[in-house]
């Protein structure tokens, strides 16, 4: 392990990181994962411990004052990350970021400034930018199999526990200091930012969000739609309060020679076209984001470019703003 160049540490070792991030870091080449941060000191010494991480803290400033780390992994609740993202980067540390990357669009500004003013870099975990399905789905759109692009229609609809969400963390994302506005702040980034990631910036966007449930604090209801370049029009619909049997998650994307269909949480494309219908079937990696975080540390090495930069992110987190306002 002498010659490992990136040395990370995690803040917030909770659910996420136990099998789609957190193994991974000592599995990607040039990588190696040497502490862990939880505010609960009994849960990050347990953490450490299973998974055979060197360090364990139950302070932030503990773990960013470890000098043999030069990257943080910040694996909290979105409420967090401004601070312990600008912390790290502050220290001299280069961060990867669950998304979203911030509460709102004001904090994911400030951010951006942070980063142009330091010298460390910032890659936020869009990690469905780097999995083969994905990637499929942007060389189809790119070798022209469906033609010209005419619409892109999703749809997200869920019950009040939804099946997409990590089991036992779901109370914080129905709490709007913490997430930010409920699921769709949670599930909505994964399907957005790939949106950004396929079609380029956006032209203009508008949208709006309700609460149907009188219950609920947190809008269980959106929709949205996104002009980008060449007329190409995408309308969301996320619905956090259906039966489970109306459950769905199905993103088409029509053009003016066929469609592509797939799942943003699922693992199969369909392609129906002039030449007819073909599926493509995926295996999604053990570790889920380790194609992000080879990529990540390969962009940390000064050996790739930027998979998910915060430039983005910033945009991405407008959208969403827009998207969350409550009518």
Known sequence: MENTKVRWGIIGCGDVTEKKSGPAFNKVKDSQLLAVMRRDATKAADYARRHQVANWYSKVEDLLDNPALNAIY????????????????????????????????????????????????????????????????????????????????????????????????ADWRTDPAISGGGYFFDLAPHQLDLMLYFFGIPISYNGFSQIQDAASAVADQTTGTILFENQIIFNGSWCFNVRSEDNIDCCEIVGSQGKITFSIFGNSILLRSDQGEKEFVFEHPEHIQYPMIASTVAFFEGKGPNPAPMEEALILMKIIDCFAEIK
Do not use: C
């Open 74 to 169: 910040i694996a909290t609740p979105p409420s967090s990350h401004y601070d312990y993202a600008l912390k790290a980067l502050e220290a001299g540390k280069n961060v990867y970021v669950e998304k979203p990357v911030t509460l709102n669009a004001d904090e994911a500004t400030l951010l951006l400034e942070a980063v142009k003013k330091t010298s460390g870099k910032l890659v936020v975990a869009h990690y469905r930018r780097q999995l083969p399905l994905f990637l499929k789905v942007k060389e189809l759109l790119k070798a022209g199999q469906i033609g010209t692009i005419r619409t892109v229609q999703l749809r997200l609809w869920q019950s009040r526990t939804p099946e997409l969400v990590t089991k036992g963390a």
